[in-house]
């Protein structure tokens, strides 16, 4: 059974940093693409970042470009996100995906709210 869970998100003041994580099972997880969503009220789901099988490159929206960071760890199943310098603009609701030439996996969330 293929799931995506996502953690680490809450509520941050302006300017403050957090983690999220997203755990992976049941599907090849080192064969995949891995990204982050999010889903802001009234906004597009924007793509926020990607990084490759075997983790040789990444990708960041020009919004969150040098603010946020991408990894993963395929001995655990695991893709984080970091994010630092976080501003009211990066509220939203952030979804964990794996996307694998048709195989296109998502998690079902975890809100993150930026506010003083």
Known sequence: QVQLVE?????????????????ASGFAFSSFTLRWFRLAPGKERELVARISPGGSSAYYAESVMGRFTISRVDAENMVYLKMDKL??????????????????????????????
């Open 7 to 23: 953690s680490g998100g809450g509520l941050v003041q302006p300017g403050g940093s957090l983690r999220l994580s997203c755990a």
């Open 87 to 116: 501003k009211t603009d990066d509220t939203a609701v952030y979804y964990c995906n794996a996307w694998h030439w048709g195989n296109d996996y998502w998690g079902p969330g975890t809100q993150v709210t930026v506010s003083s």
